[in-house]
């Protein structure tokens, strides 16, 4: 939904699917929009780099 200046990235790019690693190109903030069949679609804050993984939980 919204990358750092410098990503290079559009709104609506495809980052990743899970389960699996998501590599964001450039340090920053990024708002993601995680969709998962027969769950609501929700936006997550995530901060890049982060010295630990990002859990995504999804909720019916």
């Known amino acids: 939904m919204r990358a750092p200046a ?7 790019t495809e980052v990743g699917t ?3 690693e998501v590599t964001l190109p450039t340090p920053g903030e990024y708002v993601l929009r995680v969709a998962a069949e027969g769950y609501a679609p929700a936006e997550v804050t ?4 982060s010295a630990v993984p990002v ?6």
Request: charged fraction near 10%.
């Open 6 to 12: 410098g990503a290079n990235l559009k709104a609506g």
């Open 18 to 20: 899970a389960p699996g």
């Open 46 to 49: 995530v901060t890049a780099p």
């Open 55 to 60: 859990t995504i939980d999804l909720a019916p």
